[in-house]
């Protein structure tokens, strides 16, 4: 979904790259005064990687994983935004993939729209039935994969919306939205088999370590930890 | 572990993006069946030697591909290393001890660890 130039008017380029120059510039600073997020730079790195491998969906069109979900349920919300961010940056800059004045346009539908639909998506499901189930990493893919398409739909929508507002050609928000939505429920499979694929490995990886790193400890600070740690 | 993630994501981006689909994407698909295709216009980067993930020159395609594959990760590392610097430089609390915040972290959403708990532990 990389927006490139001549897609969107001076204004509503402009108005997107104050949305995502505030956004980002939060989530930098939240990420900066947190706790040491280990592994942001390899995430973003799989971010970049996934993006080149588009997989064909139908009708002589192909997508790609966006990530925004998969990031936010991985590190946490203001830690995607920075990837995402970052992956729309180098691509724009280094690769010319997606426009430069329209990259405030793709950072707010990538890397703040689709981060915060996805985390929301995942902690509501986790909320409403991940209790009983709290130690199942098979239902927290699945309700990462729901995320995931979530995002990509939510993302495909407000394009349309945005489209309407401040696009270069007059179109009717119905027919841009019905093409983007369809087009990307397809997409938002594909997305979602990949987030519940890689959210389910770093689960499993994450529970392990934390297995290693009980083993020894005292049994006090052993159970302070481990009702979290395995709540996974 | 993380040497082995960092190794794969060097093969996605390196030759598994090369058997990615050559089909145009969600967005352009829509944009060339709803006719606004043309209203895109080259970005200012476009002559830049790594656009559109291919080197200029006379490298084989496939190798330009693996080239700009491998670059593009290894800068996204970089700047994202870069752009949150600050965190790798907070003195207290070792990366082992994170590591198991983290975990806690997103299981229970974002209950960030504070410093006090953090301490605690």
């Known amino acids: 979904m990389h927006v490139p130039d001549g897609f969107f008017d001076s204004p509503t380029c402009m108005a997107a790259a104050g949305v995502s120059l505030v956004g980002v510039g939060y989530a930098v600073r939240e990420v900066r005064r947190g706790e040491h997020v280990e592994g942001l730079g390899l995430l973003t790195a799989f971010i970049f990687a996934a993006q080149m491998v588009n997989f064909p969906i139908g009708a002589g069109t192909s997508g790609h994983l966006m990530g925004g979900a998969l990031a936010a349920i991985v590190l946490g919300p203001a830690a995607a935004v920075v990837c995402m961010s970052v992956v729309l940056v180098v691509q724009a800059v280094v690769f010319a993939d997606g426009g430069i004045f329209a990259l405030g346009i793709n950072i707010s539908l990538m890397a703040i729209i689709a981060p915060l639909v996805g985390w929301a998506v995942y902690r509501s499901l986790r909320a409403a039935f991940g209790e009983r189930r709290h130690a199942d990493v098979w239902w927290c893919g699945g309700a990462a994969a729901m995320a995931g398409c979530a995002s990509v739909v939510v993302a495909a929508g407000v394009f349309s919306a945005l489209f309407w507002l401040g696009g270069t050609a007059d179109i009717a928000l119905g027919e841009v939205a019905a093409a983007m939505i369809s087009t990307h429920l397809l997409i938002g499979l594909g997305e979602a088999l990949i987030t519940g694929v890689v959210v389910v490995a770093v689960l499993h990886t994450r529970a392990q370590q934390a297995g290693c790193e009980q083993v020894g400890r005292e049994q006090a600070a052993s159970e302070q930890t481990s009702g979290k740690s395995v709540s996974l | ?121």
């Open chain 2, 1 to 121: 572990m993380k040497w082995r993630a960092g190794a794969l994501v060097l093969l996605i981006a390196a030759f598994v993006s090369q058997y990615a689909s050559p089909h145009p994407d969600g967005l352009e698909s829509v944009a060339d069946s709803q006719g606004f295709a043309d209203a895109a216009v080259d970005s200012p980067t476009s002559g830049w030697w790594l656009a559109d993930y291919s080197l200029q020159g006379g490298l084989e395609p496939w190798i330009g591909a693996a080239i700009a594959g491998l670059v593009g990760c290894v800068v996204c590392l970089v700047v994202t290393r870069l752009v949150t610097v600050n965190a790798d430089l907070i003195p207290d609390g070792s990366k082992r001890k994170s590591a198991v915040h983290k975990l806690s972290a997103s299981g229970g959403a974002t209950t960030r660890p504070t410093r006090n708990n953090r301490k605690a532990d």
